[in-house]
């Protein structure tokens, strides 16, 4: 079986069998990343570009690794070092990048649709690494494997997707790839961060994290964006902590422990307490490790 798709956009669309196949080849991507010898040669000859225009840490780093542990040859692009700064377009940048003979982009850029509208002007295959608000289909994905890692399979478990909902593409490609895989999915937080009619997408929306502690099995905890924070969204730091911080005593509210994840970076003690965030029932370093499988994964399904 092969993706329908030569680019990884979004998994809005994606089939049940298709984020499966992702999830299945990444289990032996997963394994090679114990060995003490960490390199396979599927993506030799083959050349990446990393074009992030936007900042990343976790992604980044997860995605050179992932293609160096591939073996390609791999460039990284910064926007403060680049042409941008004087005024290139995308179009431009990506066009010119393509003549030099390379086989396969990943791409971050603030613009939701980039992605998409790069995979229209190059020929090689594209990866979106997050497109403003729009999708971050790896890191849905990796929270997917993590979560199949740990509960065996993603049928029924029950995922409340915590905060900022209506900004975050980890909360749309999370809710995309897990409904498809069968997951019962919520949100909880404000209503000013909620979408209307996000039900649309088969979630159940809360608004009272002690309304939906009881009734998951995994809270995934997503950054409080504090650059919104003078947007009004929410009154401070401090309220939001009050009602949306997950901490400790919330959840031990909860009849059976709750799996605790969070894409990265943590704003310790604000949308989630430190203690959880490094307990024995976080998955937060997990999902970096496994994040290297999945994107070696999906690097080697569009390769080759
Ligand atoms: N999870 C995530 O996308 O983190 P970075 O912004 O550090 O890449």
Same mark, same amino acid.
């Given at each position: 079986?092969?993706?329908?798709?030569?680019?990884l956009l979004g998994l809005e669309?994606?089939?049940?069998?298709?984020?499966?196949?992702?999830?299945?080849?990444?289990?032996?991507?997963?394994?090679?990343?114990?060995?003490?010898?960490?390199?396979?040669?599927?993506?030799?000859?083959?050349?990446?570009?990393?074009?992030f225009f936007e900042s990343s840490?976790r992604t980044r780093?997860?995605?050179?690794?992932?293609?160096?542990?591939?073996?390609?040859?791999?460039?990284?692009?910064?926007? *403060?070092?680049? =042409?941008?700064?004087?005024? +290139? /377009?995308?179009?431009?940048?990506?066009?010119?990048?393509?003549?030099? &003979?390379?086989?396969?982009?990943v791409i971050r850029h603030a613009a939701p649709g980039s992605a998409h509208?790069?995979?229209?002007?190059?020929?090689?295959?594209?990866i979106n690494a997050g497109d403003g608000g729009h999708e971050h289909p790896t890191q849905g994905l990796l929270d997917m494997?993590?979560?199949?890692?740990?509960?065996?399979?993603?049928?029924?478990?029950?995922?409340?997707i915590?905060g900022d909902i209506t900004h975050s593409r980890v909360a749309r490609s999370n809710i995309y790839g897990l409904?498809?895989?069968? *997951?019962?999915? =919520?949100v909880?937080g404000? +209503? /000013?961060l909620i979408p209307?009619?996000i039900?649309?997408l088969?979630? &159940?929306?809360?608004?009272?994290?002690?309304?939906?502690?009881?009734?998951?099995?995994?809270?995934n905890?997503l950054r409080i964006q504090?650059e919104r924070?003078?947007?009004?969204?929410?009154?401070?730091?401090?309220?939001?902590?009050?009602?949306?911080?997950?901490?400790?005593?919330?959840?031990?509210?909860?009849?059976?422990?709750?799996?605790?994840?969070h894409p990265g970076p943590?704003?310790?003690?604000?949308?989630?307490?430190?203690?959880?965030?490094?307990?024995?029932?976080?998955?937060?370093?997990?999902?970096?490790?496994?994040g290297?499988?999945?994107?070696?994964?999906?690097?080697?399904?569009?390769?080759?």
């Amino acid at each position: 079986m092969k993706l329908k798709s030569r680019h990884l956009l979004g998994l809005e669309g994606m089939t049940k069998e298709e984020l499966r196949l992702i999830l299945d080849t990444a289990v032996s991507f997963r394994e090679i990343l114990d060995r003490p010898i960490k390199k396979v040669p599927p993506l030799q000859g083959k050349t990446v570009v990393n074009l992030f225009f936007e900042s990343s840490t976790r992604t980044r780093i997860s995605f050179e690794l992932a293609e160096r542990r591939l073996s390609a040859d791999v460039v990284s692009f910064s926007t *403060a070092a680049s =042409s941008v700064s004087k005024g +290139e /377009t995308l179009k431009d940048t990506a066009r010119n990048i393509e003549a030099m &003979k390379i086989d396969m982009v990943v791409i971050r850029h603030a613009a939701p649709g980039s992605a998409h509208f790069l995979s229209r002007v190059v020929d090689a295959n594209v990866i979106n690494a997050g497109d403003g608000g729009h999708e971050h289909p790896t890191q849905g994905l990796l929270d997917m494997y993590t979560l199949r890692e740990k509960f065996g399979s993603l049928e029924g478990l029950r995922v409340c997707i915590v905060g900022d909902i209506t900004h975050s593409r980890v909360a749309r490609s999370n809710i995309y790839g897990l409904t498809t895989m069968g *997951a019962k999915v =919520s949100v909880c937080g404000p +209503e /000013t961060l909620i979408p209307r009619e996000i039900e649309r997408l088969g979630v &159940k929306v809360y608004h009272h994290l002690e309304d939906v502690i009881p009734e998951v099995d995994v809270l995934n905890v997503l950054r409080i964006q504090l650059e919104r924070q003078k947007s009004g969204l929410f009154p401070s730091l401090r309220e939001y902590h009050r009602f949306f911080g997950v901490t400790k005593e919330k959840v031990s509210r909860a009849p059976k422990p709750i799996t605790i994840m969070h894409p990265g970076p943590i704003n310790r003690d604000v949308e989630l307490s430190a203690d959880l965030a490094d307990g024995e029932h976080s998955v937060i370093l997990q999902q970096v490790t496994n994040g290297v499988a999945v994107r070696m994964a999906v690097l080697y399904l569009l390769g080759t």
